[in-house]
């Protein structure tokens, strides 16, 4: 075996095809009171589908919006259908990475509306509306390497430090993280409002553990519930009543000051890293790729989701920050 146990059974997402949006998958459930429009989408990538496994379980438990307007999205489908145990990250996506497609021709090239065909530009296209008339965000991810939750905050601070400040009042998870974006393409948390730092809107993604550990399901569906309330989208009683409440973490910010990219096929790291280690002294090697040998840049280098799954040349195979 060649991947990390799975746990966790995909969930049967079938029930909730044909929502109420003209659109397959997506779920528009609106209040008779104003409030804004929160939209939570899972299934970004198809192979993470614990955040899959949290909005089943509340559209299950019918939720009805207190307020505003709540969007509920299940994105690659067509990726989560070939879900494979045997070799589970080929569901990752079918052409590429729906979580790059999303530039708009301001804060990077124009993707989504170019004239560029795949199986993921095709599914972005469709719920661009949705995610395009969101005031709120929440993006429900897995890693490839077992590592605690990470929220990704975005650019900052274009737009990062105002999820920086959401992410504080949902109170999870420990480590928040302002990144430099991917070289490979705008994500959709940074589109539009999202990354406009005198926009109101903002959005945060959630990194809930290993893609297929039983903790993720509960990391997503914690994250899930106090993103509803603190956004009031969903009456907060009835949150309460199935939120298991702990204490606020101790919260920290990572801010990442560059993004080592692959260059050869040749990529390999100098440990056995899964995440948010932290390399003492500047100048330790941290990875090789060919004749090039990345270094800890400064004392205290933070490794942010290191990952050999997907080794090619443009690939960000591990970002490289430090703790405010």
Known sequence: ?????????????????????????????????????????ALTHGNEFCGALALTSLLDAQVTPAR???????????????FDFDDPDRSRFIDEDYNRVWGDGVQAEDVLSGTRDSAELRRARQLRPFVDSADFLLDLHSMHEPCRPIMVCGVGPRGGDKSVALSRELGVPGDLLLDTGHPAG???????????????????????????????????????????????????????????????????????????????????FAGNYSGLEVIATAGTPIAFDGNRVWTAPYDETVLVMPSLKHVKPGTTMVRLGRYD
């Open 186 to 268: 705008l994500r959709m948390i940074e589109r539009g409002g999202f990354g406009d730092p005198a926009s109101r809107k903002a959005a945060v993604l959630i990194e809930c553990g290993q893609h297929w550990e039983r903790s993720a399901v509960d990391v997503a569906i914690d994250t899930l519930l106090r993103f509803l309330r603190v956004t009031g989208a969903v009456d907060a009683t009835w949150i309460d009543a199935r939120l298991h409440r702990a204490p606020a973490m101790q919260q920290h910010v990572i801010r990442v000051t560059e993004a080592v990219v692959a260059q050869s096929m040749d990529f390999r």
């Open 68 to 82: 505003g307007t709540l969007i509920l999205a299940f994105a690659n489908v067509e990726a989560f259908a070939r």
């Open 1 to 41: 075996m060649d991947h990390h146990p799975i746990e966790i059974t995909p969930p049967d997402i079938t029930p909730f095809k044909h929502g109420n949006a003209g659109v397959d998958y997506v779920h528009v459930l609106r209040s008779e009171r104003p409030g804004p429009t929160v939209m939570v989408q």
